[in-house]
């Protein structure tokens, strides 16, 4: 353990245990430490080597201080001006921790008079109850100081190498979290695997056969599949073509029931002109028969009507039977010419 300076001189200002009605108020027998007047801005440096455990501020006693602790002891320094440590920061002994204060109402001076260090220390396991808060005299446990190299570029160099230092710590304790997240990962997925009761690599290498040969058999079902819907597009684009040749014949149907429509027509207006020159035919026939017919009777045709028998009921001394047999010759011969006629124009 050493002095939290580099001694050049430095008065103590007070001792362990003094000024006990001062310290009542705080439930001490008197003061718990040592102080040493020291100029403001006078380097401060680690009594012993350990791990920051405070830095911080109080600002009705010790103001900015330091508590550093190993397996075996702990210290306070108190009073800094400057604190240039974290909680956190592994010190060896001599290390710099800030700069001195005390001044009186000063920020970080905390319960001061003057522009001193106040230094306290404690071992393990530490007694509270020996009425000083479980501090004990330091004077006793300071030996020689081991040399320290105070120069100011020294000490910068010293706080860039810390910072460095800290810095990859920090990259270290991230890159520890990855590597713990991924092994949380694997156990994850290795508690899982066996569940499903894959205990080796054997069953693992068994799982993936598995799987490859179901990705196969999948992947051939699909190419099935592809080939049934290439013929079905064939099928299809056949079905269309048939369509469309349909469709043409359909359409050139259409054109020739047109055709056929049109050559109807004229061939009835052909029948029609037929027909009526078939009925003057019919009415030049069925005179030539009545013509006959007068003469047969020895009638001149102009006395002959159709439709009237008064030139042969009239006129004439015949007895009653010959115009009966005269009428019923005529009625014949006029049945057998309309009969005629018709069957010729109906051919």
């Known amino acids: 353990m050493r002095k939290p300076f580099e001694d ?14 001062m310290y009542k108020k705080f439930g001490l027998l008197g003061h718990n430490g040592c102080d040493w007047g020291l100029p403001v801005g006078t380097l401060l440096l680690a009594p012993i080597a350990g791990k920051v455990i405070e830095a911080t501020n109080d600002p009705e006693g010790y103001g900015y201080y330091v508590k550093i602790e190993n397996d075996k002891e702990g210290c306070v320094i108190a009073h800094f001006s400057k604190i240039t440590v974290s909680v956190g920061f592994v010190l060896k002994e001599g290390d710099p921790l800030g700069l001195s204060g005390g001044a009186n109402g000063a920020i970080g001076s905390g319960n001061s008079t003057g522009p001193h260090v106040h230094m306290g220390v404690y071992l ?10 479980g501090f004990i005299d330091p004077l006793p446990h300071i030996v020689e100081p081991v040399p320290v190299n105070t120069d100011p570029a020294y000490i910068r160099q010293l706080e860039v190498d810390r910072i460095k230092l800290w ?22 997925k290795y508690t899982a695997l066996g569940a499903l009761g894959i205990t080796t690599t054997d069953d693992i290498q068994n799982e993936r056969t598995t799987y490859e040969e179901t990705i196969l058999g999948l992947r051939k079902e699909l190419e099935q599949v592809l080939d049934r819907n290439k013929q079905l597009s064939l099928l299809n684009a056949k079905k269309d073509e048939e369509d469309a040749t349909a469709i043409d014949q359909g359409t050139h149907a259409i054109v020739e029931n047109r055709q ?12 029609g002109i037929a027909e009526k020159m078939d009925l003057h035919k019919l009415i030049e026939h069925l005179q030539g028969i ?20 008064s030139p042969v009921l009239t006129g004439r001394a015949d007895s009653f039977w010959q115009d009966i047999v005269k009428a019923t010759g005529i009625g014949i011969i006029l049945s057998v010419a309309v009969w005629q006629g018709l069957t010729f124009f109906i051919r």
């Not at 393990?124 to 808060?133: A, E, I, L």
């Not at 056929?260 to 029948?271: H, M, N, R």
């Not at 009545?290 to 028998?309: I, N, R, T, V």
């Open 8 to 21: 050049k001189g430095y008065k103590l200002t007070q001792g362990f245990g003094e000024n006990p009605e």
């Open 290 to 309: 009545m013509e006959l017919a007068s003469k047969a009777f020895a009638k001149a045709p102009s006395d002959f009507q159709p439709g009237s028998l």
């Open 167 to 188: 810095q990859e710590r920090d990259s270290a304790l991230t890159d520890l979290k990855l590597i713990s997240d991924k092994l949380n990962d694997i156990t994850t």
């Open 124 to 133: 393990f396991p530490r007694d509270r109850k020996n009425g000083y808060g």
């Open 260 to 271: 056929l429509k049109d050559q109807v027509a004229k061939v009835k207006e052909t029948v």
